[in-house]
């Protein structure tokens, strides 16, 4: 069974920078993609990062390209979502995410995509 666990949320200042941590298991492949969403008070949620051990690729929404970094230590089985420059409107639940078929990040274009697999959660809050 996948399990995604989250770390690194917090508060921080508009202008900061946090990271977020993703710790995945259970894969029955090495190739995958881990990406994180992220979701706001009263608020659709959102894609914001995607990569692809299959493929190598990776995604980042608009919003966040940029200022946001995603990256892989192999050796932890960890994602990381470095978050630089951060807004009062990056402020958000953010989750992890993965899919047991979809191995690369192109579904995350799709506006309508839902992932199969979640994390807990971790929460993120820039002050102003």
């Known amino acids: 069974q996948v399990q995604l666990v989250e770390s690194g949320g917090g508060l921080v200042q508009a202008g900061g920078s946090l990271r977020l941590s993703c710790a995945a298991s259970?894969?029955?492949?090495?190739?995958?993609?881990i990406g994180w969403f992220r979701q706001a008070p009263g608020k659709e949620r959102e894609g914001v990062s995607c990569?692809?051990?299959?493929?190598?690729?990776?995604w980042y929404a608009d919003s966040v390209r940029g200022r946001f970094t995603i990256s892989r230590d192999n050796a932890k089985n960890t994602v990381y979502l470095q978050m630089s420059s951060l807004k009062p409107e990056d402020t958000a639940v953010y989750y992890c995410?993965?899919?047991?078929?979809?191995?690369?990040?192109?579904?995350?274009?799709?506006?309508?995509?839902?992932?199969?697999?979640w994390g807990q959660g971790t929460q993120v809050t820039v002050s102003s």
């Open positions: 995410v993965t899919d047991a078929i979809l191995r690369g990040c192109r579904q995350y274009y799709s506006s309508s995509y839902s992932p199969e697999y």
């Open positions: 259970g894969f029955t492949s090495d190739d995958y993609h």
């Open positions: 990569l692809s051990t299959w493929d190598g690729s990776t």
